[in-house]
């Protein structure tokens, strides 16, 4: 298990009674395959308990993702204005 798993399911697991998956968004830069089978540290934050939710991939690097990924691309930018565009 990585960080990143057990980070996400932690606080999916604390916070369940209040906040579904689907109800999330996740987001980071590396989601891409860096080998078949062995994908970035971020993809790590896709599991079973964080699957309903949203998964978006900032960075600008080709490769394969999982299916549930979307690539935006943009950089840090592009979640930055993502959170402000949530204060609206």
Request: with cysteine; net charge negative; charged share 25%.
């Given at each position: ?8 399911s932690i606080?999916l ?21 860096i ?8 993809s790590f934050m896709?599991t ?7 998964f978006?991939d900032?960075?600008s ?16 930018s ?10 609206k």
């Amino acid at each position: 298990m990585t960080p990143e798993t057990s980070r996400s399911s932690i606080y999916l697991t604390s916070l369940c009674r209040e906040v579904k998956a689907e109800e999330c968004s996740f987001w980071g830069d590396e989601f891409v395959g860096i080998q078949e089978g062995l994908y970035g540290s971020d993809s790590f934050m896709l599991t079973h308990k964080t699957e309903a939710g949203d998964f978006f991939d900032v960075s600008s690097l080709e490769g394969v993702r999982h299916d549930k990924i979307q690539v935006l691309g943009g950089g840090i930018s592009k979640f930055i204005q993502f959170l402000i565009e949530q204060e609206k």
